[in-house]
Protein backbone atom coordinates (compact mmCIF):
# COMPACT_ATOMS: atom_id res chain seq x y z
CA UNK A 1 0.00 0.00 0.00
CA UNK A 2 1.43 3.62 -1.02
CA UNK A 3 1.96 5.41 2.13
CA UNK A 4 0.36 8.99 0.65
CA UNK A 5 -3.09 9.51 -0.83
CA UNK A 6 -2.88 11.93 -4.00
CA UNK A 7 -6.21 14.02 -5.19
CA UNK A 8 -8.83 13.61 -1.80
CA UNK A 9 -10.95 15.22 -0.05
CA UNK A 10 -11.23 14.89 3.17
CA UNK A 11 -14.04 15.31 5.88
CA UNK A 12 -13.58 17.30 8.65
CA UNK A 13 -15.90 15.68 11.33
CA UNK A 14 -13.90 12.57 13.18
CA UNK A 15 -16.04 9.68 13.43
CA UNK A 16 -16.13 8.58 17.17
CA UNK A 17 -16.85 4.92 18.84
CA UNK A 18 -17.09 3.04 21.76
CA UNK A 19 -16.16 6.82 24.09
CA UNK A 20 -13.21 7.62 21.95
CA UNK A 21 -11.73 4.37 22.34
CA UNK A 22 -11.85 4.19 18.10
CA UNK A 23 -11.91 7.17 15.71
CA UNK A 24 -11.55 7.47 12.09
CA UNK A 25 -11.83 10.73 9.43
CA UNK A 26 -12.80 9.74 5.88
CA UNK A 27 -11.02 10.09 2.95
CA UNK A 28 -12.96 10.43 -0.60
CA UNK A 29 -10.99 9.62 -3.94
CA UNK A 30 -11.91 11.59 -7.05
CA UNK A 31 -13.25 8.52 -8.43
CA UNK A 32 -15.63 7.91 -5.19
CA UNK A 33 -13.68 5.36 -3.37
CA UNK A 34 -13.93 5.77 0.34
CA UNK A 35 -11.49 4.83 2.69
CA UNK A 36 -11.12 5.97 6.74
CA UNK A 37 -7.96 6.36 8.70
CA UNK A 38 -8.23 5.67 12.11
CA UNK A 39 -6.65 5.12 15.74
CA UNK A 40 -7.85 2.36 18.05
CA UNK A 41 -7.12 1.80 21.95
CA UNK A 42 -6.68 -1.08 23.52
CA UNK A 43 -10.22 -2.52 24.92
CA UNK A 44 -12.99 -5.01 22.79
CA UNK A 45 -15.05 -4.05 20.08
CA UNK A 46 -17.95 -5.50 18.42
CA UNK A 47 -18.31 -3.49 14.73
CA UNK A 48 -20.67 -3.85 12.07
CA UNK A 49 -20.41 -2.86 8.70
CA UNK A 50 -22.97 -2.60 5.80
CA UNK A 51 -19.98 -2.84 2.91
CA UNK A 52 -17.35 -5.32 2.30
CA UNK A 53 -14.41 -3.74 3.64
CA UNK A 54 -10.75 -4.27 3.80
CA UNK A 55 -9.01 -3.46 7.19
CA UNK A 56 -5.09 -3.18 6.99
CA UNK A 57 -3.22 -2.41 10.13
CA UNK A 58 -0.41 0.01 9.76
CA UNK A 59 0.85 -0.32 13.64
CA UNK A 60 -0.42 -2.13 16.69
CA UNK A 61 -1.43 -5.89 17.75
CA UNK A 62 -4.60 -6.92 17.55
CA UNK A 63 -7.09 -10.22 17.18
CA UNK A 64 -9.94 -10.60 15.52
CA UNK A 65 -13.15 -12.85 14.75
CA UNK A 66 -14.33 -12.22 11.47
CA UNK A 67 -17.99 -13.98 10.57
CA UNK A 68 -18.48 -17.27 10.50
CA UNK A 69 -15.53 -18.22 12.25
CA UNK A 70 -15.13 -19.41 16.18
CA UNK A 71 -11.16 -19.09 15.77
CA UNK A 72 -10.15 -15.70 17.04
CA UNK A 73 -6.98 -14.31 14.35
CA UNK A 74 -3.88 -12.61 15.45
CA UNK A 75 -3.08 -9.50 13.54
CA UNK A 76 0.09 -7.40 13.40
CA UNK A 77 1.28 -4.09 11.66
CA UNK A 78 1.44 -4.94 7.80
CA UNK A 79 -1.17 -7.38 8.19
CA UNK A 80 -4.70 -6.75 6.82
CA UNK A 81 -8.15 -8.91 6.67
CA UNK A 82 -11.77 -8.77 4.89
CA UNK A 83 -15.41 -8.26 6.22
CA UNK A 84 -18.06 -9.41 4.17
CA UNK A 85 -21.00 -6.65 3.29
CA UNK A 86 -23.94 -6.49 6.28
CA UNK A 87 -22.00 -8.38 8.79
CA UNK A 88 -20.38 -7.75 12.30
CA UNK A 89 -17.01 -8.78 13.81
CA UNK A 90 -15.42 -8.22 16.89
CA UNK A 91 -11.60 -7.26 17.56
CA UNK A 92 -9.65 -7.23 20.76
CA UNK A 93 -7.36 -4.39 20.33
CA UNK A 94 -4.06 -5.15 22.28
CA UNK A 95 -1.99 -2.37 21.85
CA UNK A 96 -2.87 1.05 20.15
CA UNK A 97 -3.41 0.30 16.54
CA UNK A 98 -3.62 2.78 13.35
CA UNK A 99 -5.51 1.39 10.56
CA UNK A 100 -6.49 2.16 7.00
CA UNK A 101 -9.95 0.81 6.11
CA UNK A 102 -11.28 0.34 2.39
CA UNK A 103 -14.92 -0.10 1.78
CA UNK A 104 -16.20 -1.52 -1.50
CA UNK A 105 -19.60 -1.40 -3.12
Known sequence: MDDNFQNVSI???????????VTSRTVIFANGEKKTLGV???GEYEFGTD???????????????LPGSTNWKKITAGDNFDVPAQSK?????????????????
Do not use: R
Not at 11 to 21: E, I, L, P, R
Not at 51 to 65: F, H, R, S, T
Not at 89 to 105: A, G, H, N, R, W
Open 89 to 105: FKMKVLSLSDYCCSYFP
Open 40 to 42: MLP
Open 51 to 65: AAENMDILQGELEVL
Open 11 to 21: VKKANFYFDGK
